[in-house]
């Protein structure tokens, strides 16, 4: 009697908990997440953290164009649990491998599937179409309802106003962050993702999605007054026509009612929800890469070589001290080649300009360009050439322009302004991926969304933008914060993948002295900041973007940038506050380099270094100068020994930063 009488307790604590019988509990492998799905009438789940209420009960379905409602009134006929506890031996990435260790919970329905993961570092679902014919998806409802008075970090879409259709689906996802209430959502704009809200207690959670194949990107909107937000989904391109930049771009003027074209069985993107108790611990989270598709397993991609690049644009070919006319021209080219086979840089880009302008071809090259004659010359230099692409030039004739480049001896594209990430445009990326592949090609994605772990099936994809980076300070004037920007994104945007920031800037500016110049750019902050950026910014592919010439004259800044690695063997982060400052440290071999950069708040800071291997080390030493807040350029470089059980005290200056080489002590 005692023993049913505790069995009755604990059978109506389960239905006071959960709420009803039909709803399944699914909770992480360290136990403190949880996630409670309800199945009865309409498909709806909730997250806890440590027992914390995360997102509240949010309704999720997909419905097709014959009317067929994946998630409404749906009854389940089987569910199946699995706990995976896994390595991924990871290709390019901020770690040679990561523990992956998640529980499943899988609901198979009559018309399609449910699946929930549970990680120690988030939650992820999915949905799997059983439908035997092709199909047309009208609408996701992906709902976040968050409790009252939440507040996030929202990068709120910079919308072209000449988008032809009106619409905010035409961006180049670059955006900086409104830290606001979600209930004073500004009426009617989206927002770009990964978006990051902040729970009570400190606790943060980003909301983006991964392995997006063959599906429009989501974006997320919210309503004035109200804490939830709702997944929003740029309709079928209708009709279109060639414009926009330079007439590189695809331009959509209608849409069709439907958001996607779906084969048989199609697979959803999983929508991601990760949680960090921590700020920092977002800024190291594996979430979409784990939840990318694999590599295949007979691809070979061992001829990726990522590496750093000496790049053009940025400072506007304006090189001095040489007896030649800079520019877009061959003389110029081998000057960079030069430059970067001396340095040890990798590549070489040459951006926009070698091909005949508004012609949206690549086989109409500048008369100033020899190419073939620059690939020979770099080739003989032990570097590698990468050409830039308009969107429309590289996809019209993609296998061609692939097949010809390759042969060449050209090494990847950085493909731009495609500006878009419905339906076609995601199913490009997918297709440029496989040909440049097939080509044995890099590509680096410009003037996109965020990535979904693309480049974890084709890793011959080394970057995105999808980031407000250090272009910007090209043409911003004063009011924009760069430097706020810079400790936000690495625990927001950086959380979906690498960024192609495009730091290294030797021209540094105070708050009060920075402004715009477009030919001879300068950075916000100073320049151990930009130092600090190789570490903390993720991006196996990594420009210095300054000029060659002006690096030439920062000797000890140039040796440090060219000698730092691009993908890393192990990844820690160390302190950081969202928006405020951060520290990161990575492993190559046996050296590791840490980076740390501050808001425009001078901060002192203690780095306990017991992350390293018991034993001495040698430290190599950047920190802000002690008159950095007045010239940003003013630095200090020390080399001294440290142990694994000290710390380092570093003052950082106002918009100041840090970067360190530590190498076992000989």
């Known amino acids: 009697m005692k023993r049913l009488l505790t069995l009755l307790i604990c059978a109506t604590l389960t239905f006071n908990i959960y709420g009803s019988t039909k709803e399944r509990v699914l909770t992480s492998p360290n136990g403190l997440i949880e996630v409670i799905i309800n199945t009865d009438n309409q498909l709806t789940y909730r997250v806890l953290h440590d027992t914390q209420l995360m997102i509240d009960n949010s309704p999720i379905s997909i419905r097709l164009s014959d009317g067929t409602i994946y998630g409404d009134g749906d009854k389940v006929k089987k569910v199946t649990r699995r706990d995976v506890d896994n390595i991924v031996e990871c290709n390019f990435y901020k770690k040679s491998k990561i523990v992956e260790k998640y529980n499943e919970l899988s609901l198979k329905f009559k018309e399609f599937t449910l699946i929930f993961?549970?990680?120690?570092?988030?939650?992820?679902?999915?949905?799997?179409?059983?439908?035997?014919?092709?199909?047309?998806?009208?609408?996701?409802?992906?709902?976040?309802?968050?409790?009252?008075?939440?507040?996030?970090?929202?990068?709120?879409?910079?919308?072209?106003?000449?988008?032809?259709?009106?619409?905010?689906?035409?961006?180049?996802?670059?955006?900086?962050?409104?830290?606001?209430?979600?209930?004073?959502?500004?009426?009617?704009?989206?927002?770009?993702?990964?978006l990051m809200v902040e729970a009570k207690g400190g606790k943060k959670i980003n909301i983006t999605e991964a392995d997006l194949l063959n599906y429009p990107g989501m974006f997320l909107i919210g309503e004035s007054g109200s804490s939830t937000l709702k997944g929003e989904f740029a309709p079928y391109p209708d009709k279109s026509k060639q414009g926009g930049h330079n007439m590189?771009?695809?331009?959509?003027?209608?849409?069709?009612?439907?958001?996607?074209?779906?084969?048989?069985?199609?697979?959803?993107?999983?929508?991601?929800?990760?949680?960090s108790s921590e700020d920092v611990e977002m800024a190291d989270n594996d979430l979409v890469y784990l939840l990318a598709s694999p590599q295949e397993d007979e691809s070979d991609f061992s001829w990726v070589k990522p590496g750093k690049v000496a790049w053009d644009w940025w400072n506007d070919w304006n090189l001095y001290g040489v007896d030649f006319k800079a520019g877009i021209n061959n003389d110029t080219y081998k000057y960079y080649i030069d430059f970067a086979s001396k340095e040890g840089i990798e590549y070489v880009i040459l951006d926009e300009g070698w091909a005949v302008n508004k012609k949206a071809d690549l086989f109409q090259v500048v008369p100033e360009i020899d190419l073939e004659e620059l690939v020979k010359y770099a080739t003989e230099r032990n570097v590698g050439l990468i050409l830039w692409a308009g969107y429309i030039a590289f996809d019209r004739e993609m296998e061609r322009v692939c097949k010809h480049y390759s042969e060449m001896g050209i090494k990847g594209f950085k493909v731009d302004f495609m500006d878009r990430d419905d339906q076609v445009m995601v199913d490009f990326h997918h297709r440029a991926a496989k040909m440049a592949a097939k080509h044995k090609m890099m590509i680096d994605f410009h003037g996109t969304y965020k990535p979904t772990g693309l480049h974890r099936k084709y890793p011959n994809v080394i970057n995105y933008e999808g980031v407000f980076g250090l272009e910007q300070m090209k043409w911003s004037d004063s009011s924009i914060d760069q430097v706020t920007y810079d400790v936000t994104v690495p625990y927001i945007r950086m959380m979906a993948g690498p960024m192609d920031y495009t730091q290294g800037a030797m021209k540094n500016a105070t708050r009060r002295n920075y402004r715009p110049v477009n030919s001879e750019a300068m950075s916000q902050g100073t320049r151990c900041r930009q130092l600090a950026q190789y570490v903390i910014f993720e991006s196996p592919l990594n420009m210095l973007c300054d000029s060659p010439s002006n690096y030439l004259n920062e000797r000890e800044s140039l040796d440090y940038i060219s000698s730092i690695p691009t993908v890393w063997e192990e990844t820690v982060a160390i302190d950081g506050k969202v928006g405020e400052y951060i520290i990161m440290a990575r492993r190559s071999g046996d050296e590791w380099y840490i980076g740390g950069m501050t808001n425009w708040d001078a901060r002192d800071i203690k780095i306990d270094l017991s992350f390293l291997p018991s034993g001495s080390y040698q430290i190599e030493l950047f920190k802000d100068g002690v008159n950095a807040e007045r010239a940003a350029r003013d630095y200090k470089r020390e080399i001294f020994n440290i142990n694994s059980s000290d710390q380092l005290d570093i003052h950082l200056a106002s918009g100041g930063g840090f970067a360190a080489k530590i190498s076992i002590a000989k």
């Open 117 to 194: 993961r549970a990680y120690d570092s988030g939650v992820a679902y999915r949905f799997i179409s059983h439908s035997k014919v092709p199909f047309e998806v009208i609408e996701e409802v992906a709902t976040f309802n968050f409790p009252e008075n939440s507040k996030g970090y929202i990068p709120y879409v910079n919308a072209r106003k000449y988008a032809p259709d009106k619409s905010q689906y035409y961006t180049s996802f670059e955006s900086q962050y409104s830290y606001t209430l979600l209930s004073d959502w500004q009426k009617g704009r989206l927002s770009i993702t990964p």
């Open 248 to 275: 590189l771009q695809d331009e959509v003027y209608s849409r069709k009612q439907y958001i996607a074209k779906c084969n048989p069985e199609e697979i959803f993107p999983w929508r991601v929800i990760a949680i």
